[in-house]
């Protein structure tokens, strides 16, 4: 059964397809389906009221089951923030460098204790029929003061789970407790429940 993702970041795609195809799910963009998907306005307040949007938005347009998630990170420093605006922290949408520059420049000598934070993923799959499925998962850990490791993207070379830097954990590991993982594993068992 194929399933729209509402994103064109394809390493996204990849983490989804690796752990949803036991299902029998495949994951596919609208820009492998040779089409585009509307942009949607995120202004929800919460992960789950912009993965709610874009998921909808998905569905109604390809008329298929969609799937969509927000994501970002949460610095308790911060008070939550970059949050919901985790992606456009610095006001280049999209731009990983310049939005981990902005952490590290925010958390100038702040102590390592006072670095807490925890990556946040609400999932969001929507079925023609009008059926919802609304999930988050959560990674708790630590800024570090540096970046370290080439993995993955956004703030994984400065998030620090362990001791050691999302930005050196293999995709496998990072699934395994990674956010956008633990999101998953509750949305699978959901579809299993009436896949």
């Known amino acids: 059964m194929d399933f729209i993702l509402a994103t064109n970041n394809m390493k996204k795609l990849a983490e989804m397809q690796r752990i949803l195809s036991p299902l029998g799910i495949n994951v596919v963009t609208a820009k492998m389906l040779g089409t585009t998907l509307d942009d949607v306005i995120e202004d929800g307040e919460t992960f789950e009221d912009n993965a709610r949007l874009k998921a909808h938005a998905a569905c109604k347009q390809m008329s298929m089951p ?9 610095v308790d420093y911060l008070d939550g923030a970059p949050g919901i605006y985790s992606a456009r922290f610095s006001g280049d949408h999209g731009n990983d460098e310049k939005n981990n520059d902005l952490l590290l420049e925010k958390l100038e000598g702040v102590p390592l204790e006072k670095r807490t ?43 620090l789970v362990d001791g050691r830097a999302f930005g ?25 429940k009436i896949l």
């Not at 293999?170 to 594993?185: C, F, M, P, Q, V």
């Open 117 to 159: 934070a925890k990556y946040v993923c609400a999932i969001c799959c929507v079925f023609p029929n009008g059926k919802e499925i609304v999930v988050r998962g959560e990674c708790k850990g630590i800024i570090g003061f540096e970046r370290d490791g080439h993995e993955g993207f956004g703030y994984d070379p400065l998030f």
């Open 168 to 192: 050196r954990y293999t995709a496998e590991e990072k699934d395994k407790i990674s956010h956008r993982g633990n999101a998953l594993r509750l949305l699978t068992k959901e579809l299993e």
């Open 66 to 74: 969609a799937i969509a998630d927000d994501s970002g990170l949460c």
